[in-house]
């Protein structure tokens, strides 16, 4: 089985440098529900491993592939249609320099990993403080230097994404009331940012959150 | 592993001979896709037979690369195919380091091409020229990040070693990178040899060129040359990333010798399915898509030094 | 059993809300739940204050509990509550009768959904404070921020977008960091040599339970980084003006009086859990954020021309004093903490007033309040001096016991930042409650005269503020 996490700690890793250079939105949000399968099939091989599975994990598992691979990315695909945004024009940061600057966070995370021996140590595969960390960073990276509040969102998805990898990598559960707590939160947070992405379409006429800097001091 | 030099002097003449053949196989499984009947598997072998019969017409301009490029190119990719472990039987020729005058040879082989093409002074051929070098310039980086995985994973730096080594079976993140690293050789396999999502081989359109455009003055036994060259350098990496799948200890010899051989022709079949079904890609697009496959090899690399422990 | 209660029946009145859209009842519904929850709290402390009333187990480990600091925290939430309440049900309509100065093509939030969504964001606050379970008190917390976005946008124009989203994102990043935390505390617990059961607190903080020191401290960052988003801590702080300035005042009133002091909690819990030897190392964290939290307030709120940017900025600045308080002097702080959400929860109703009466934010087009409105002028006034914490208020108090605590230096660098708050916040009131009325502003005498209608809840919350004032001094007396 650790075979397998590593193919698919491997896989969220390249993951990243897509995400990086996607610049068509629905090309985006498929490699976001792509990502939510693989943290499913992670959680899955990680309990395997541990050997420690019973319904509430399988629940909380199968909840969890439902809503991150299928139920988010449908609900910002419908919300792109809506608005009728196809492509994340003029980012901040041109898509090749994004690429260089996530390859260049995913080494930090190798570095910081490698500074931190004691993960390895407790039975974990030593690449999920790696993925997970350069997931968290490209998560944020995406929020820092697209536009679209769109984009925002899935980045903010990918960020969600990186945190469950080291939950689930390093085994830490939670109990089914917290998980099913996650993903209801996870859940109405896409849900009301797609509303606010309706609201600020409508106000606006365009969902560049560029021009949302008129107050502050 | 037991040693039997017989089915690596095989594996050399059976490239040596078949090569041709897998071109022929690419365009029979593209015409497979849309439904039509396609030339046959042997039609490259019809065209060298025909090109080597011909006289050979060269430009009046031309102040000799013209001339003795295609030989250069062909004798730089005959001496790289002895460093490759056929059937997974170290070379004879095998030294160490020998991995990085195998990328070099490569490379002298695109430089006869190159050299020739500028020599010939159309505009066509310059272009197709400049294009060749800049994405070759961001393929090497990708390719080397390959060979530094392989290396890392092997603990060699001799060629044969490297590929045919056995996975080491301690480390699971060895075989993530195994997978990751052979994609990305298969796509600089793609772009060396100007296949479909980089380069279109069958246009007619000279401003959408790379390859094509470069070749466009030859004629004859230059052409065959040429032409040969080309198929031998595309089993060539075909071979390269077969070998980087199989591993060393999978079985004896000769079944070794069978897999390999299938598994080039099956490489040329995947080849052909990608081209049927794939679009050239955009030139400004090409780059970014290059950066990417280098920043994959680069993780695939980080995966085996984590795995194996960092070189401590 | 009572801790359930308390979560559900605002929960339960908000899923009623939306039945209750055709009539006019819906902003009904807020007085009974408030009143309920307050009695609720108060008479279980009050009759049978040794019986753990709070407790709610599933599958043997708690899931909600109260000890004495949520008890309290309780209280004040459900206080503010009832006050806010009472208050927005006459603020409500006379915002919307007197709203022909917005824009025109903006609209305002239906009430029902107002309704829905604050009995929501009170339940979660409940919750948050309840939870006995770390993984459950990021739940909250991550929907107390889902619940009280869409109050923001009750009057649906630009500005109120702008901090919507920023809020929601900003806040979002923050949680999730501060989940990261949690992960990694957890996973430092794990490693150790005596891991704790489960993320519950109890287990947590039982005896014997250690932490691996390095990972117990990367997860505190992270968690006071996520806990101190919310908590408005500078760096983390941008989201906090803009959010407290464009909701509507009873939003405002409790954003600031009740969801910073929910994520002080959370923070406190976690610097509960700290073993000794980084201890030290969360202090410091924690002094630096507040000091600077209190620097970069103060220096915003003497330039500052927008009165409800200013009291977002003193809250900003209450809450450092109040992670000082956590570091330095623990005594003093729930009396910071309540007098700080009472005197802020009156100055937002406050300013609410003023901006219905004036219909401006604007410090320099505001003047002459205490010939148009002498009664809101008289409270914004003690409310000024009380925030400030001059004399009378609890809040000189708990300031000068902070002082006295500090390292010297740490103590002359605070001094005079807070002289700077006072400076800057009394000129901006005095500046607004003395002079002539702009020429302009007789047009809008029945706006005026309904503000003036609406300073019951914060003549109550000053008298509130006075009593408490008296009582603390009466404890200093005893301490000195």
């Known amino acids: 089985m650790n075979d397998l996490l590593s193919l698919l700690l491997g896989a969220l890793l390249v993951l990243n440098l897509l995400l990086a250079s996607a610049s068509r939105l629905r090309h985006c949000i498929k490699l976001v529900a792509i990502q939510g399968v693989l943290l499913g099939l992670l959680s899955l091989a990680c309990a395997q491993s541990s050997g420690g599975h019973n319904w509430q994990f399988l629940l909380v598992m199968i909840l969890s592939l439902l809503i991150k691979g299928g139920l988010l990315p449908y609900l910002l695909l419908y919300t792109m249609r809506r608005i009728s945004v196809r492509r994340e024009l003029e980012p901040v940061v041109g898509y090749s320099l994004s690429l260089v600057i996530i390859l260049a966070l995913t080494g930090g995370a190798f570095w910081l990993s490698s500074i931190t021996p004691t993960a390895v140590a407790h039975g974990a595969s030593p690449l999920v403080l790696p993925a997970a960390l350069s997931t968290i960073s490209t998560g944020l990276f995406l929020m820092v230097t697209r536009r679209k509040a769109i984009t925002q969102v899935i980045g903010f998805l990918v960020f969600e994404n990186g945190i469950s990898i080291f939950g689930t990598g390093m085994m830490i559960h939670n109990g089914l009331l917290v998980e099913l707590g996650l993903l209801l939160d996870i859940f109405a947070l896409v849900f009301i940012m797609g509303l606010a992405v309706f609201n600020i379409n409508r106000s606006f006429q365009h969902i560049d959150t560029h021009s949302l800097n008129a107050l502050g001091d | ?312 | ?480």
Request: charged letters at 10%; glycine letters at 8%; a neutral charge.
């Open chain 2, 1 to 312: 592993m037991p040693q039997n030099p017989f089915f690596w002097w095989a594996g050399l003449i059976t490239a040596l001979l078949l090569a041709p053949l897998l071109p022929g196989v690419i365009n029979k499984t593209k015409a497979c896709f849309v439904g039509r009947q396609g030339p046959s598997l042997l039609q490259p072998y019809y065209n060298l037979h025909k090109l080597f019969r011909k006289d050979c017409i060269r430009s009046s301009t031309s102040c000799g690369p013209l001339a003795w490029a295609p030989g250069l190119e062909l004798s730089a990719l005959l001496l790289a195919l002895l460093f490759l472990p056929y059937a997974n039987q170290l070379s004879p020729f095998a030294f160490t380091g020998d991995a990085f005058l195998f990328a070099y040879l490569l490379g002298l082989g695109r430089f006869a091409l190159v050299i020739g093409a500028m020599d010939t002074g159309s505009s066509f051929e310059g272009m197709g020229a400049s294009r060749e070098v800049q994405f070759a310039a961001l393929t090497e980086g990708a390719f080397f990040a390959v060979i530094g995985f392989l290396a890392f994973a092997s603990r060699s730096l001799n060629l044969s070693e490297m590929l045919s080594c056995p996975l080491p079976a301690n480390v699971p993140t060895v075989i993530a990178a195994v997978i990751l690293a052979a994609g990305i050789a298969f796509i600089v396999m793609l772009v060396e040899n100007s296949r479909v999502p980089f380069d279109d081989p069958e246009t007619h359109l000279e401003l959408t060129m790379i390859h094509e455009a470069m070749i466009l003055d030859y004629s004859g036994p230059d052409l065959g040359f040429i032409l040969y060259s080309a198929a031998l350098k595309l089993w060539l990496m075909t071979a390269l990333v077969v070998l980087m799948l199989l591993p060393g200890d999978l079985a004896s010899a000769p079944v070794l010798f069978i897999l390999h051989l299938l598994g080039v022709l099956l490489g040329g079949i995947v080849i052909g399915a990608v081209e049927a079904v794939s679009a050239r890609f955009r030139f400004l697009k090409l780059p970014q898509f290059l950066l990417g496959a280098l920043c994959t090899a680069l993780i695939a690399l980080a995966l085996t030094v984590i795995g194996t422990g960092g070189g401590r």
């Open chain 3, 1 to 480: 059993m009572l801790a359930l209660l308390m979560v559900l029946l605002p929960l339960l009145f908000a899923a009623a809300a939306p039945i209750l859209r055709k009539r006019p009842l819906a902003l009904y519904s807020l007085l009974p739940v408030a009143g309920l929850s307050l009695c609720l709290v108060l008479a279980a402390d009050l009759f049978c204050p040794e019986r753990d009333l709070f407790s709610l187990y599933l599958g043997g480990t708690p899931i909600l509990a109260a000890d004495a600091i949520s008890r309290f925290f309780l209280q004040l939430t459900a206080g503010l509550f009832l006050a806010v309440s009472v208050h927005a049900f006459f603020w409500l309509p006379a915002t919307r009768e007197h709203s022909s100065h917005r824009v025109p093509g903006t609209r305002t939030m239906h009430r029902y959904l107002f309704v829905l969504f604050l009995l929501a964001f009170v339940s979660m606050m409940n919750l948050s404070i309840l939870s006995a379970h770390f993984g459950l008190l990021w739940v909250a917390v991550e929907a107390t921020t889902l619940a009280s976005a869409p109050l923001i946008l009750y009057h649906c124009s630009e500005g109120s977008l702008e901090a919507m989203w920023k809020y929601l994102l900003l806040c979002s990043i923050g949680i999730g960091l501060a989940l990261f935390g949690i992960l990694l505390l957890a996973f430092a617990g794990k490693i150790s040599s005596c891991p704790p059961a489960s993320l519950g607190f109890a287990d947590l903080s039982a005896p014997g339970v250690s932490f691996h020191p390095v990972w117990f401290k990367i997860g505190f960052v992270f968690c006071l980084a996520g806990f101190g988003t919310k908590m408005g801590l500078v760096p983390f702080h941008s989201w906090l003006p803009d959010a407290h300035s464009e909701a509507p005042a009873p939003v405002s009133a409790l954003l600031s009086g009740a969801l910073l002091n929910c994520c002080l909690l959370a923070v406190m819990r976690t610097l509960r859990l700290a073993p000794a030897e980084v201890l030290p190392f969360c202090r410091t964290m924690l002094t630096i954020l507040g000091l600077l939290s209190v620097l970069v307030a103060a220096f915003l709120i003497i330039r500052q021309k927008d009165f409800k940017r200013m009291l977002a900025y003193s809250s900003i600045e209450h809450l450092g004093l109040c992670a000082l308080l956590l570091c330095y002097c623990q005594t003093a702080l729930t009396t910071h903490v309540i007098a700080h959400s009472v005197s802020k929860m009156m100055l937002f109703l406050l300013a609410g007033n003023i901006l219905l009466a004036y219909d401006t934010r604007s410090i320099s087009k505001v003047t002459g309040m205490f010939s148009t409105l002498p009664r809101t002028a008289c409270l914004w006034l003690i409310g000024l001096f009380a925030i400030c914490g001059t004399p009378p208020s609890p809040l000189f108090v708990t300031e000068y016991l902070l002082v006295t605590s500090l390292p010297p230096l740490l103590a002359i660098l605070l001094l005079v930042l807070l002289f700077i708050v006072f400076a800057g916040m009394a000129t901006a009131c005095l500046s607004m409650t003395m002079g002539t009325p702009a020429p302009g502003s007789h047009e809008r005498q029945a706006a005026q005269a309904a503000a003036e209608q609406l300073t019951i809840v914060p003549g109550a919350a000053a008298l509130g503020i006075l009593i408490l004032g008296y009582i603390t001094t009466l404890w200093m007396k005893q301490l000195l």
